[in-house]
């Protein structure tokens, strides 16, 4: 596990362990807080007293679909404004995370570089609140992978 036991920036719910270990580390170096799960089971217990600021989910995971994790995270009012980006190697992600009312999408494979844009459009960078003197992420308007105006 990555970063700490209190609230953390981003959470990575991804069922591929390279893909999910090398999305961590390239979040990590950029200075944000992460944690990574396998399960999307896992996902209401392990965010439920400490929620992120933004959650990359898988589109497909091993255990259950995201729509489950969606409808889970939706239905428990303190999570529900968590953005959400749908990951998946599937042509039609943006088409699935614009049913799933998400806030954004990200197709895969994806280089580093656009996973980074992705996650900064929710979040100012850690630099950025260093600056501002502030702990939190605050969301940044962008339009690259948002689906819905922030």
Known sequence: MHGSVNRFD????????CTRDVMLDVLADEG????GLAYG???????????????LLDR????????EVVVAVRDTPHLRSIPIVL?????????????????????KPFILKDLLACVAQFLASPSEREVNNTTSPTTVPGSCCQLHGG
């Open 32 to 35: 944000y807080r992460v944690l």
């Open 87 to 107: 990951m998946s190697a599937g042509t039609r992600v943006e088409a699935e995370a614009d049913l799933l009312e998400l806030d954004g999408a990200l197709a």
């Open 41 to 55: 089971r896992e996902v209401l217990p392990t965010i439920f007293h400490a929620p992120p600021h933004l959650m």
């Open 60 to 67: 497909h995971l091993a255990d259950c679909d995201a729509a």
């Open 10 to 17: 981003v959470l990575v719910v991804e069922d591929d362990e």
